[in-house]
């Protein structure tokens, strides 16, 4: 009598573990029960105009030359000659990730590599587009 209760036992941890697994990994997608009430906040469009504050205000003048900023930083690159005709995409992750891509002639590590965190993203688009209305 115990050998059958202990196999009935068996039988059923087993058909319990067989439906724990089945219901593991079933990777299915759920949609929203109801409406999604609200919208999501639209990005202002870049503003030149901030950029040049956000320039002067992070002190990218004191170590780039940008002639439109009148900035002669000589520790990194010249920005009118490094940025010109470089899309916006270069010039955020030359912001963001400045050890990327180095400009022959400087060492990495030298660009602080915080203004991903630092920046705002509105302060980010700000300055990649007065950079780049200022190489052209």
């Known amino acids: ?18 439906l724990l697994l089945a219901g593991c990994g079933g990777e299915e997608v759920v949609s929203p029960t109801g409406s999604v009430e609200g919208t999501l ?3 202002e469009a870049a503003n030149p105009a901030n ?7 992070n002190g990218c ?3 780039h030359t940008l002639k439109e900023a009148g900035a002669a930083g000589k520790i990194g690159p010249d920005l009118d000659e490094g940025l010109k005709d470089e899309d916006a995409e270069f010039i ?5 990730d400045p050890n990327a891509e180095i400009a022959d002639g400087y060492q990495p590590n030298v660009m602080p590599q ?5 920046l705002t ?3 980010l688009n700000d300055l990649v587009a007065y950079l780049q209305a200022s190489t052209k």
């Open 51 to 57: 950029g040049k504050t956000v320039f002067a205000g």
């Open 114 to 118: 915080t203004y991903d965190s630092q």
């Open 41 to 43: 906040p639209k990005a």
């Open 92 to 96: 955020k992750e030359s912001i963001t």
């Open 61 to 63: 003048g004191s170590c």
């Open 1 to 18: 009598m115990f050998s059958r209760l202990a196999a009935v036992v068996r039988a059923l941890l087993i058909v319990l573990g067989v």
């Open 121 to 123: 993203s509105q302060q």
